[in-house]
């Protein structure tokens, strides 16, 4: 939803992003609308159904991302009764999925609330540019809604640090807004704190390449990083880590089941990863639990597609067929395969998926790893 200030007039975007038959991955916005007021749960869900039916998606829907506020937590619910629960995957249990970076914007904001930094800063700035600060980089104000723009005001501030120090001389009407020398080095840590979650945000907000896979081991190494900070010396780090550790453990427990599954389908990562982090997150008695329902879901998917789109079965065993064509032509047993399987029984021949999990890692490198080119060739 988005608002224009000029008009106080509501929009909604639909944004759709798919994967085609050549594994490349698109974003294309689907739909604009004007939504008349009230902005609630019914007259969302009215509209964002009414575009899905335009485009006759209803039965391609993974997932719908949306921020996480109450309107959208009860638009949910709402959009499911709209249509058959054959529709969605697994009956719409994943349907609803919250944005990252959204998630990350509530942990860094709940941080910056225990310190009194961007009221400050904003007199700061008023005050540099009201000297004609020549800056080759452009001193904005933070906004409350993007924390991120609390941490380029910092960054930037920062750069032209020795200026600001010598305006305190030159002009009487800065001293009284002048940060102090405890000022800027509690600026600079902070903005070091805070540069994880800018580069993080950035990532997730990629749409040239799947961000799904890459969620799971950014947001564990976050939850590691603000473990850590709760124990320095500095009492305001200690503070924002604690209340951005109490944030990111309520939507810890809300994690989408799709974002652990998307990082066993990584090549670098399958299960060891999350064999890895679990044990630091869950604990010694948990982490083999929620290992299991990893597994489970995946295997849930697994039968999932293979009973919607039994096509996708066939068109994989006509492939094995042409590539084993000159084999046939010598030697022809298939009716021996046939005898073999009912023999031992369908479930005892190995998925796809089981395959895939007995290779071997792929070697991670700092190179992009292309994930829907690897599956695109893989087999």
């Known amino acids: 939803m988005w608002t224009a200030n000029h008009q106080k007039r509501g929009y909604m975007t ?11 991955l698109h974003s294309r916005i689907i739909s604009f609308k004007y939504v008349p007021c009230p902005h609630d749960a019914v007259t969302l869900t009215d509209t964002l159904s009414s575009c899905l039916s335009e485009w006759n998606i209803e039965d391609k829907i993974s997932t719908v991302t949306v ?22 995957i697994l009956k719409g249990k994943l349907l609803h999925m919250r944005c990252c970076a959204h998630i990350l914007n509530l942990i860094v904001k709940n941080g910056l609330s225990v310190i009194g930094t961007p009221k400050r800063y904003e007199k ?3 005050t540099a540019r009201s000297l004609e600060v020549t800056c080759t980089k452009k001193l904005s104000l933070d906004c409350q809604t993007r924390w991120n723009s609390t941490y380029l005001m910092l960054n930037i501030a920062l750069l032209y640090n020795r200026v600001f120090e ?8 800065y001293v009284r807004y002048a940060p102090s020398g405890d000022d800027w080095i509690r600026a600079q840590k ?36 603000i473990k850590a900070w709760m124990t320095v010396d500095e009492p305001f780090i200690r503070d924002m880590a604690t209340q951005m550790m109490s ?18 389908l990584d090549p670098r ?41 039994p096509n996708l079965r066939e068109r994989s065993q006509q492939m094995d067929s042409v590539s084993a064509s000159s084999q046939t032509q010598i030697d022809d047993l298939s009716n ?44």
């Open 190 to 225: 902070l903005c070091d704190k805070l540069e994880m979650f800018h580069e993080v945000t950035e990532l997730f907000s990629g749409t040239k390449y799947p961000t799904t896979n890459l969620f799971f081991p950014k947001m564990c190494q976050i939850k590691m990083r």
């Open 166 to 173: 010598q305006l305190k001389l030159r002009d009487s009407r």
């Open 14 to 24: 639909v944004t759709a992003h798919f994967i085609d038959d050549s594994w490349k």
């Open 124 to 126: 700061f700035e008023d």
């Open 336 to 379: 021996f395969d046939t005898y073999v399987r009912v023999a031992y029984g369908v479930e005892n021949v190995k998925s796809e998926l089981e395959l895939y999990l007995e290779e071997k890692l792929i070697p991670r490198t700092d190179e992009f790893f292309d994930i829907c080119n690897y599956w695109k060739y893989w087999r």
């Open 247 to 264: 944030k990111f453990q309520k939507y810890w427990e809300e994690i989408h089941g799709l974002m652990t599954v998307a990082v066993v």
């Open 67 to 88: 921020d996480n506020c109450t309107t959208n937590n009860a638009m949910i619910p709402l959009l499911k009764e709209k249509f058959n629960s054959n529709c969605f």
């Open 269 to 309: 990562y399958k299960f060891m990863l999350i064999e890895y982090y679990f044990p630091t997150i869950y604990g010694n008695d948990q982490y083999e639990i929620e290992i299991e329902k990893v597994r489970k879901l995946c295997y849930e998917l697994l039968e999932e597609y293979s009973s919607k789109f």
